[in-house]
């Protein structure tokens, strides 16, 4: 099994700063990367920003030089987000690409999701 545990939304001002968590634990192998997505009502969910190395990070264009993703560790991801606006409202999902063994398939594991809601 396989557990998420995603920390850090809220309710914020636009302009704003809220830094989320995901931290992975359970039946890890490996994990090859950490994403973040985010779904606002009635529309799809979409990709805000993901890493699998220190040169392997990409962003949605929308949160470029507002929104940063790093990981600390093997397990941890976080993502920095700054300049807050009211669009950025959504439930912000955690998302890993896994191994359970070294030859194994890749998997992928989503969060609970975590509201932010950002007010003008």
Same mark, same amino acid.
């Given at each position: 099994?396989?557990? %998420?545990? #995603? /920390?850090?939304?809220? %309710?914020?001002?636009?302009?704003? /700063?809220?830094?989320?968590?995901?931290?992975?634990?359970?039946? +890890?192998?490996?994990?090859?990367?950490?994403?973040?997505?985010?779904?606002?009502?009635?529309?799809? $969910? !979409? %990709?805000?920003?993901?890493?699998?190395?220190?040169?392997?990070?990409?962003?949605? !264009? /929308?949160?470029?030089?507002?929104?940063? +993703?790093? $990981?600390?560790?093997?397990?941890?991801?976080? %993502?920095?987000?700054?300049?807050?606006?009211? #669009?950025?409202?959504?439930?912000?999902?955690?998302? +890993?690409?896994? $191994?359970? $063994?070294? /030859?194994?398939?890749?998997?992928?594991?989503?969060?609970?999701?975590?509201?932010?809601?950002?007010?003008?």
């Amino acid at each position: 099994q396989v557990q %998420l545990v #995603e /920390s850090g939304g809220g %309710l914020v001002q636009a302009g704003g /700063s809220l830094r989320l968590s995901c931290i992975a634990s359970g039946s +890890i192998f490996s994990i090859n990367s950490m994403g973040w997505y985010r779904q606002a009502p009635g529309k799809q $969910r !979409e %990709l805000v920003g993901s890493i699998a190395g220190p040169g392997s990070i990409s962003y949605a !264009e /929308s949160v470029k030089g507002r929104f940063t +993703i790093s $990981r600390d560790n093997v397990k941890t991801v976080y %993502l920095q987000m700054s300049s807050l606006k009211p #669009e950025d409202t959504a439930v912000y999902y955690c998302n +890993i690409v896994y $191994r359970t $063994r070294p /030859s194994g398939n890749d998997y992928t594991y989503w969060g609970q999701g975590t509201q932010v809601t950002v007010s003008s």
